[in-house]
């Protein structure tokens, strides 16, 4: 079956150097919304802990220790996260500018300083994931990651079935193209932050197909393709290599 074919690729990342001018207020509102209106992420903190509970059935010690673990993330991600409002506040980038290109990267090295004090789920780079292997038993840690590893997986099929779609249009791939295709993405899911992944990217952005794509070999991806088809999945790929180097500096890739 033809899934047909059209111009729609899906928004471009933003680059540095677009002629345009952003608040950095905006920004952290963004970044930080959620975290500061539940108090340093307290609230999606507690949730976790209560699907953890469901999950690996938590004695009354270990909840405490984890809402214990909560507690501390949300003071550290409250400090980190007030001292970046006070340093960048009213402040606006001018991405025309030498100066506000310099800006904008000072700015996110700096967000991405603090990015792991800011809790999204219990990651291992937040306090709570780091001290989860010391609260759970052999058995709890296994379901836990069980848990874990199906959500990333259930994640990352998301964005590639919304990538497809895309790119069954733009290209005009066939249902083999398709389904070889998407079989290729799913041998060898990459290893992202789900949580962060979605507060950055939002759920089932076609851009992490992309980057799924720019890692297969491109002699890989050509058996698969026609000539016609890889002049637009060549441009995508592209794409792809810049996602990458986002989700690296985020630390969003676990890789």
Known sequence: MLRGEDDLVGEAIPV?????????????NG????????GGGGKASSLEIDRLDAICGL??????????????????????????RRKYAGRTVEFQTPEGQKLWQQF??????????????????????????GILDDQQR?????????????????????????????????????DELVAILLEDPPRLDTGKLRTTFGDGNPQIC?????????????????????????????QGDAVSHMLKSQQILEE
């Open 108 to 133: 996110h090295e700096e967000f991405n300083a603090v990015r792991p004090f800011v809790p999204n789920r219990a990651t291992t780079r937040n306090f709570l994931g780091r001290v989860m292997t």
């Open 210 to 238: 992309w980057y799924g794509l720019s890692r297969v070999p491109e002699d890989r991806l050509r058996t698969v393709v026609n000539e016609r088809q890889w002049g637009k999945l060549e441009p995508l790929m592209q």
């Open 142 to 178: 296994s379901a836990w990651q069980a848990e874990t590893d199906q959500r990333r997986r259930d994640d990352w099929r998301r964005s590639i079935d919304c990538g497809m779609e895309h790119l069954g249009m733009l290209a005009g791939l066939t249902g083999r193209q398709h």
């Open 16 to 28: 540095q150097g677009q002629n345009h001018t952003i608040s950095l207020d905006d920004q952290m």
């Open 59 to 84: 004695s009354e010690s270990q909840r405490a220790k984890c809402v214990a673990a909560r507690n501390l993330d949300a003071r550290d991600a409250s400090t980190a996260m007030v001292a970046l």
């Open 31 to 38: 970044m930080f919304g959620q975290a500061e209106n539940e």
